[in-house]
Nanobody, 127 residues
């Protein structure tokens, strides 16, 4: 399984931006579909964004569509989450996840479809 390490979280004010990074090692990164999930205190883990191994398209939760952008750099074995116009409700721990060869839009949104997870990075947005 690939190992994942997230970085880039922090404390920002509403309206500001952050870019999260997730560095992968121990596998053929280009064969892994990647996703970001968030977990806020007292809430279930939720899907945020995903990009399939082919990189052909991207998928987003409705709550972040138009504000967040997921991308990947296979040469650097890294997936990114650009987060713009941040809101207090975006406050959560953000986790990177990986699974090989998932392509359908439904499965990409399901946490249990992923078998590799990072340790998470905290994002706090103040009002």
């Amino acid at each position: 399984q690939v190992q994942l390490v997230e970085s880039g979280g922090g404390l920002v004010q509403a309206g500001e931006s952050l870019r999260l990074s997730c560095a992968a090692s121990g596998g053929t990164f280009s064969t892994y579909s990647m996703a970001w999930f968030q977990k806020a205190p007292g809430k279930e883990r939720e899907f945020v964004a995903a990009i399939p191994w082919s990189g052909s398209t991207t998928y987003y939760a409705d709550s972040v569509k138009g504000r967040f952008t997921i991308s990947r750099d296979n040469a650097k074995n890294t997936v990114y989450l650009q987060m713009n116009s941040l809101k207090p409700e975006d406050t959560a721990v953000y986790y990177c996840a990986a699974a090989r060869f998932i392509t359908d839009s439904y499965t990409l949104r399901i946490g249990r479809a992923y078998n590799s997870w990072g340790q998470g990075t905290q994002v706090t947005v103040s009002s």
